[in-house]
């Protein structure tokens, strides 16, 4: 595993260098992913999600082991060095099981740390935020950062028992956006204070240090605080550099420390400039990955349309519809909405709510129909230029094959080069 503190703390002593973070499970995504990185011949952060993957499974299938195994093998495919790839575990504590009564919810929690570290997984986000059954509505900081640090003794003693050694790196942090944006229509969003930052610090350092976990102090890497970046269904905040100077100013004095900003999503290219400037060293994207590649694959169908007879189409936006209405279980409660504005909810919410069912078998029986209608059929440059015209563009210019896969993987490629760009390139 490449040494993602050296990237931080290039970040630190002013240099404009970060690290995004893939959060995604699609193979697609991960493909153009690990291509950006071997076109910017930089390391690859990757993270892995408690419900997307854990010791049961998750929405994924997959328990951590096969997750590392799933990116490993399409990083071979492409020759890109396993040893480049971060893996990261986000959001890893009692987040699956907040129904159950804190002590079930923290053991399952404890497995699910176990089950990360001991498949190799490096950086760990460290959150016990959210309240069980049996907890007060609002959990103490207090009780918060005691739980973080059992969760750490847990993963410390997991890697020296697995490996010999402990070279974790740790995110701590409780005010996390909700994942995959906002549920509800937001307009302003209140930055977290530096006196809660040096609170929480203070808090974490106190636990950590109360169970002799001084060494693993030391490799608190990042705190996830509020910069002021948002999205819900359907508008976005926009990140306001000034607004956060004086977060930049006190993380300046905090030794080891960057900021760790999720739902960085859909923001302006200037915006992830600004945050790297801002020491948000870390950066998360998710849902806009997944976005860009359903909007390709959409553009393909729509392109289907066009050239192949009705009974051979995949019907792919039709099976996706199906799919989602059929287990509504993963879209339902996030969208209150009318009828009326059910489908577009659906199918086009920044929150990106239908990625959640590309894993089911009918959809991915259909999308595997779509690259196969359009590879063996000609696709006229027109119809490219009509759907993907970003693309069209790359085509015209040499840059880029009229493949379905290549023409998916360059739409998310789009957003990975602007997150590249702040971290590596300006």
Known sequence: MKDIRSVLQANRNGENKGIYAICSAHPLVIEAAIEQALQDNT????????????????????????????????????????????????????????????????????ELITCYVAAGFKKIHLDTSMSCADDPTCLPDEIVAQRAADLCAIAEKTAIDKFGKSDLVFVVGTEVPPPGGAAEEITELELTSTERVENTLQLHQDAFEAQGLTDAWQRVIGLVVQPGVEFDHTSIIDYQSSKAQSLKKYISTVDNIVYEAHSSDYQNDDAYVALIQDHFAILKVGP????????????????????????????????????MLEEPKNWQRFYPVPASKGTLYRRFSYSDRIR????????????????????????PLPLISQFLPEQYRAIRNNTLTVKPEELVKAKIKQITESYAYACWKQ
């Open 288 to 323: 806009q990955l997944t976005l860009a590649m359903r909007e390709a694959l959409f553009a393909l169908s729509y392109i289907e349309d066009e050239l192949i007879p009705t009974e051979q189409r995949s019907y792919l936006r039709d099976v996706c519809e199906q799919e």
């Open 356 to 379: 959640y069912y590309w894993h089911q078998p009918r959809i991915k029986t259909a999308i595997t129909q779509l690259f196969k209608n359009l590879t063996t059929t000609t696709i």
């Open 43 to 110: 390391p690859v952060l990757i993270e892995a999600t408690a419900n997307q993957v854990n010791q049961f499974g998750g929405y994924t299938g997959m328990l951590p082991a096969d997750f590392l195994e799933f990116i490993g093998k399409i990083a071979d495919s492409k020759d890109y060095p396993r040893e480049n790839i971060i893996a990261g575990g986000d959001h890893l504590g009692p987040v699956c099981w907040v129904n159950e009564n804190a002590r079930e919810a923290m053991i399952k929690a404890v």
